[in-house]
Nanobody
Framework: QVQLAESGGGLVQPGGSLRLSCASS????????MAWFRQAPGKEREFVGR???????YYGDSVKGRFTISRGSAANTVYLQMLNMKPEDTAVYYC?????????????????WGQGIQVTVSS
């Protein structure tokens, strides 16, 4: 069973930045699409973005231009760099891994999930 572990969450002021990390227990995870989703209280889980292969990325409209997904030098790590953060970015962020190279923007496209990490944007 593949395990994913998120780290790097916390409290940040509006306009600030934060970087989340996701480590997969599968050393060949760079072969598979990985994604970030988030869920705010009382709302449905929302697609943040995904990475396909080494550098191809897709983002949800609400984070486009502010968030960047990348793979680390360790093949089993993915990062979510968040800039110019807003209070509406407050949510639990989840890392997800597909069993195929492409993934998608729906939760059902992913087979493995991390436990989630809290990100709060507040002054």
């Amino acid at each position: 069973q593949v395990q994913l572990a998120e780290s790097g969450g916390g409290l940040v002021q509006p306009g600030g930045s934060l970087r989340l990390s996701c480590a997969s227990s599968e050393r060949t995870s760079s072969r598979f699409a990985m994604a970030w989703f988030r869920q705010a209280p009382g709302k449905e889980r929302e697609f943040v973005g995904r990475i396909v292969g080494a550098v191809v990325t897709y983002y949800g409209d609400s984070v486009k231009g502010r968030f960047t997904i990348s793979r680390g030098s360790a093949a089993n790590t993915v990062y979510l760099q968040m800039l110019n953060m807003k209070p509406e970015d407050t949510a639990v962020y989840y890392c997800a891994q597909a069993r195929n190279p492409f993934g998608g923007s729906n939760q059902n496209d992913y087979d493995y999930w991390g436990q989630g990490i809290q990100v709060t944007v507040s002054s």
